[in-house]
């Protein structure tokens, strides 16, 4: 008898989990716009699952099931934001509650964390993410209930042992959040390393394309702590619209080739840039002198993704001056998309920032990595 092959998450992705239009027979899935649902004369609804939009929604199963797959877990969650996402998960918390966090993370989930912890009466302890040590010296035993990693560490690119945090997390009776998406479930599935929850600003490399806002969970256990998350983005309405649903599950068809084309050139960059005249160090997990570069190895596979900083001679006005005179890296935030960013990270995020004043963040694309890297020369002269 043939032996049930499993399928590989790069044909799950690229179908989209075979999932097609029972309908009409589309290839491609249907978008459900409707708010609300009919019900029979008798006063039943004709599908029990849908009865309000803010329930349940056709469309978001669909990325949801191969979000899920490409994990390697039992389920996904959609939001209409990555920050939705993550606060979503901060509502479950019950003043008293503890939350353990790095220093270097996403700005805005930091920003928002200091903030709400303050206001709803949690302890909030910020590690530093290059010190193996600082998560267990964080963690208090039965107070802490999340800790809370990215992994590279945006926008450092530190890379944190997930293995290691996750032991530590459990042992101190807390779950394990990570944020993974500069990571991606190409290059690592946290949820096989230990983590409980995953998350995903959706925005980012999953869509793909600059074009929509959008969020997403990843659990390791349908428990009853993922049944509240589910009820909570129900009930507080953090759902995403059909028509992003729809655009992440097209997005995800190609996020294969996107993450490792990107992940190729970033290294190829990193590599070309390193001990440039101009520049103090390039910041990128796939070089030999990047602090996380021997975990990285260990925990991302295929790739170190396409994300690094470029530490330019000169402070702030050197790195301004050098994306200035960019021509192909477009000026903008944000990250994860086919075509190549440059920003002044220090400008977006303002005073008290921890991203030294001379970095310039890159995000890189799917273009010819010979025109990138003649455009970064040409703007380093
Ligand atoms: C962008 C980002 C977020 C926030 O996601 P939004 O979709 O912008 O709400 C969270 N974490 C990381 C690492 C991000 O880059």
Not at 1 to 13: D, F, G, N, Q, V
Not at 35 to 43: E, Q
Not at 119 to 125: E, F, H, N, S, T
Not at 164 to 169: D, E, F, H, V, Y
């Amino acid at each position: 008898m043939a032996k049930k092959r499993t399928l590989s998450p790069e044909t799950i992705s690229a179908q989209a989990a075979h999932q097609t239009d029972a309908l009409t027979g589309g290839v491609i899935p249907a978008i459900h716009p409707s708010s609300t649902f009919v019900r029979d004369k008798n006063y039943q609804l004709i599908n029990s699952r849908h009865g309000y939009g803010r329930d349940e929604n056709p469309g978001f199963a669909i990325a949801e099931r191969v979000l899920a797959q490409l994990e390697g877990a039992p389920a996904a969650l959609l939001f209409s934001s990555g920050m939705a996402a993550a606060t979503t998960v901060l509502q479950t918390l019950k003043p008293g509650d503890h939350i353990v966090a790095p220093r270097v993370m996403y700005w805005g989930l930091r920003n928002w964390l200091i903030k709400f912890c303050d206001q709803w009466g949690l302890g909030l302890d910020l590690f530093d993410p290059t010190k193996p040590d600082a998560i267990a010296s964080s963690v208090r035993k039965g107070q802490t209930k999340l800790v809370w990693i990215e992994s590279p560490c945006n926008p450092s690119w530190d890379v944190i042992d997930i293995a290691a945090a996750s032991k530590i997390a459990h042992h101190a009776g807390a779950r394990l959040v990570v944020d993974s998406t500069v990571s991606t479930p190409v290059l690592t599935q946290p949820v096989k390393h230990g983590a409980d929850l995953v998350l995903h600003s959706a925005t980012k490399y999953l869509n793909g394309h600059c074009d929509i806002v959008a969020g997403a969970l990843v659990t390791a256990k349908e428990d009853a702590f993922w049944e509240n998350v589910c009820a909570l983005r129900v009930d507080a309405g953090a759902i995403l619209g059909s028509f992003e649903a729809w655009l992440l599950q097209r997005g995800m068809r190609t996020l294969f080739l996107r993450v490792r084309k990107a992940s190729e050139s970033a290294l190829t960059l990193a590599e070309h840039f390193d001990g440039h005249a101009r520049l103090e160090a390039v910041i990128y997990p796939g070089l030999p002198s990047h602090p996380g570069f021997e975990i990285a190895k260990r925990q991302m596979d295929g790739g170190f993704g396409g994300m690094l900083c470029l530490q330019v001679k000169g402070g702030a006005k050197g790195a301004l001056n050098v994306a200035k005179r960019c021509k192909v890296f477009i000026r903008a935030t944000s990250l994860g998309g086919v075509e190549s960013l440059i920003e002044h990270r220090y400008t977006i995020e303002g005073e008290g920032s921890p991203v030294p004043r001379d970095w310039l963040r890159l995000s890189i694309g799917i273009e010819s990595v010979d025109d990138l890297i003649a455009d970064l020369e040409q703007a380093l002269e």
